[in-house]
């Protein structure tokens, strides 16, 4: 059964102080990576898909990188408008579409 | 601007009543999704629709309907046969489902309640 683990569940951060979210995965037919930022109350919005291993990302300040079995979102000097949770979904040819997802990092910064 | 919609942002349901939420999108997407949200957990998918009168159950359609009558609006039905039925409720749409178009987006979702 394909598993999708996001660690840490929650991060609390001061402004400025960088820090890495992963996403750890046991899929077959891996396709590709999607990051998604959620904040309270609304839906997720996309931010990365990643379709290769060793492909990076950035927006702002956050960045995207995919390995065969793991994913990181980097954040670099963050704000406190970075503030959300960031979830991850795999993209796998079993699932076309029908995405997995991870139960998300809520990340906190604080001024 | 395009994009999903989805109301009510918030409902309240009795026990024994059937509601339904309504998603519509303007962004000329051929595929439609409802997913469940509870707190602390993933997205969970309920069901799918990868073109106009067709759709398909997700892992959790146990308790829930749709129908796909337009290309633009998929509205979900959660019916009494649904044990626990509050959380929240995120609509969604891609262009397809293959190997390309494949990016979900979703709408601002929708709260429901049971009272």
């Known amino acids: 059964e394909d598993q999708v683990t996001q660690s840490p569940e929650a991060l609390r951060l001061q402004e400025g102080e960088s820090s890495s979210l992963n996403c750890s995965y046991t899929?077959?037919?891996?396709?590709?990576l999607f990051w998604y930022r959620q904040d309270p109350g609304k839906g997720p919005e996309f931010l990365f898909t990643?379709?290769?291993a060793g492909e990076e990302k950035e927006k702002e300040r956050l960045k995207a990188t995919l390995t065969k079995k793991e994913s990181f979102l980097h954040i670099t000097a963050p704000k406190p408008e970075d503030s959300a949770t960031y979830l991850c979904a795999p993209l796998t040819t079993d699932s076309w579409g029908k995405l997995q997802f991870g139960a998300g990092t809520q990340v906190v910064v604080t001024p | 601007d395009g994009g999903i919609t989805q109301s009510p942002k918030y409902l309240f349901r009795k026990e024994g009543q059937n509601v339904t939420l309504s998603c519509e999108q303007n962004l000329n997407h051929d595929a439609m999704y409802w997913y469940r949200q509870d707190p602390g957990q993933g997205l969970r998918l309920i069901y799918y629709s990868q073109i106009v009168n067709d759709f398909q159950k997700g892992d959790i359609a146990e308790g829930y309907s749709v129908s796909r009558e337009k290309k633009e609006s998929f509205p979900l039905t959660v019916t009494s046969a649904q044990k626990n039925p509050t959380a929240f409720y995120l609509c969604a749409s891609s262009i397809g489902m293959g190997a390309s178009g494949n990016t979900i987006y979703f709408g601002e979702g929708s709260w429901l309640t049971v009272v």
């Open positions: 990643l379709y290769s």
């Open positions: 899929v077959s037919g891996l396709r590709g």
